[in-house]
């Protein structure tokens, strides 16, 4: 009992139910080890003793981290102050002059509050409310209060923040901790738009050296919200990747979240590009890069990532040698202010894993830590590699926000969708330069369920919750600041992981993890805070075990679910498909996904036969064929049923159509497409399972013969104009002159 009441102290699951029926205790060694992780320590019963009394002694007047909704009642952390308690708070410095801390004295009875602030020249008189919830601030001359429960007329709540919270009690006790001030829900996309799904990497143009790039993204944009009438475009993680060769070619084990990957530039769009000396240098980099693209739109190879990077790599230490102007140097020298220590720390990261290798669990005792002496006088002696990945980091910086430019100027209500992974590569930027923020020895996965009765252990260390909230935060704070800074909306892989995470101890297998807690509530109330700010949607890909309660805090919140057509079942009756208006409202409606086959290899079975190739079904094919068939039958029944199947069975093309007229007419604000589907490819991108048996990550856009297709191609291609009619809003044309308008 002991150790189940110091693992619920600090929000470790001893039990968990992978169904509603079902209960799995969590083994004692695994909740030994996740609370060793957190820095406590259940070796034995008198070690679970002594932990137990040190966090009693440790109970706090306030919690690490209080929340505030605006327009909403005051927390409980701050209603439950004893009376008489004067509560201040200092607000967030966003520039210009500081604002006036604000205070205010909790009353003897929950309809009275005395509410003061340190500018005004006298107390703002008694009000009178019905609610626990304080306005922040008055003016010196605040009119006298209302009705009950209303504030008095010029009074305001907090503003948007993160500040610092004060309590003293009467008996003099003190606590100070981090106030998040948050809208109540993040903004919201239109009432409907539709936009493209595409791994930016498997996008090559005709001018790509090797890969998508950020000015094909940038050329997609623009394309698709000016013919297409797309409002958005959703790309995969472009977090920084561990280097090295091979690189780990998966965007969602990346070495750092808060920055991108430079192997994303479109070189030539550099402006100082143009001035670089040696061009003959240049132009063999030039014609190694299109031998690149050529092998692999028309000799079968594989998209290589190390050989693009080493490639721009060249190209880019040419570059830099180019001086900047002086308004291309205050620019970036604003960029490296605003940036701080965060780019610091990554930018030598980069540097030292030049010379010591890309994992820093092997560098020299001393730069494993980034705040030692030893690290201070590295940097030192690689100040130039520091600045040249410092100025990487602005040059993509700067062509992430053109992208989004160019999906604006297009007319896309909410342009480029960027990813943001789970979590980071264990041997990364981030882990070296937040240590005291990550679990060590501990690893995020899944539980074992019905589609994997193994669980998953996906090699990703997890933030320790304690850390978070007691430095306000502020490293998921900066995370999501840089990601937002240029993007019209946010998509965030599982989701769920604000809520709770499956931790599983090195050495152990995913089966013997168990769940630890996060503060949803700071969690959420940080991201809608950072999304307000940057005026951006937020989607989370929510697919899979969810949590009771999870949907509806999110939808809360204005948070937007995902919703792939091939789940959508009434599983809770009958099993058989959703009709559309059964589905949900806010959500990003999709076919398929990264992970999932194309409509096409989904509508064949090819899927089925691919698995079945590499070794990973769990039952004879047979039995798999028969439940996919069966399966997909179903659907297009329904779809034959609600007459969006016209052109009737044996067509391809037009079930992927009918698919998408079927997304067209559920209710969800936002339909993805997955560009590969509007060509006809059959391969995945991702083959869950596999890690040398398939090339995951590493395949171009193709057509339905599996033969790769340029960006220009896919612009031009007819099947896809087909399918994109479908989801278009009908508008009347307009005739070109000389001709009559039908």
Known sequence: MGLSRLAALHGVATSYSPSPDVTVSVPDDTVIAVLAALGVDAGTPEDVRKSLVAARSRSRLLPSTVVFWAGEPLPPALTGLPPGSTVTVEPERAGGPPAPAVSWKVPENASSWKITTEAAAEAVTEAERTGPRPPASAPASAAPAGPAGTPPAGWTEPPHGVHRLHVRTPDHHEATATLVVAPARVPQPPERTHGFL????????ARSWGMGDLGDLADLAAWAGRTLDCG????????????????????YRPSSRRFPDPVHLHVESIPEYGQVRDRAVLDDLRQDAAALGEAVLNKGALIDRDAVWELKR????????????PGRRAAYCDFLAEQGQALEDHALWCALAEVHGPD???WPKALRDPRSPGTA????????????????????????????????????????????????????????????????????GAPPDAFNARGQDWGLPPWRPDVLAATGYAAFRGLLRGLLAHAGALRIDHVMGLFRLWWVPE????????YVAQDAEAMLAVLVLEAHRAGTVVVGEDLGTVEPGVREALAR???????????????????????????????????????L????????????????????????????????VTSTAEWLALLARLRMLPEGDGDEAAAVRAVHRFLAATPARMVGVWLPDTVGDRRPQNLPGTWDQYPNWRLPIADAEGHPVTLEEIAASPRLHGLLEVLRPRKARTAPPGERRP
């Open 377 to 444: 006088r590295a940097r030192s002696g690689l100040l130039d590699r520091v600045d040249f990945h410092c100025r990487l980091a602005w040059l993509t910086a700067a062509q992430l926000a053109a992208a989004q430019r160019a999906a604006e100027d297009a007319g896309m209500e909410i342009g480029i969708v960027h990813d943001l992974a789970v979590g980071v590569h264990p041997a990364g930027a981030d882990t070296w330069a937040q240590q005291d923020a990550f679990a060590r020895g501990m690893s995020v």
């Open 232 to 251: 958005f475009v959703q790309v995969n993680p472009l977090h920084a990747a561990v280097p090295g060769r091979p690189t780990d070619p998966s965007p």
């Open 507 to 514: 050495g152990s297998p995913p089966t013997e993890g168990t």
């Open 314 to 325: 060249q190209a880019l230490e040419l570059i830099v040698q180019v001086p900047l102007t």
């Open 198 to 205: 595409v791994q930016l990497y498997s996008l090559l143009s």
């Open 597 to 628: 086959p194309s409509t096409a290899a989904r509508l064949t079975g090819d899927h089925v036969t691919l698995r079945h190739r590499l070794g990973l079904l769990t039952r004879p094919l047979e039995e798999e064929l028969t439940e996919d």
């Open 557 to 595: 919140r204005g948070v937007l679910g995902t919703s792939v057509l091939w789940f959508e079942r009434d599983w809770d009756g009958d099993g058989r498909p959703l009709d559309p208006g059964q589905w949900r409202r806010d959500c990003l409606a999709t076919a398929t996904t990264h992970d």
């Open 360 to 362: 820093w669990h092997t």
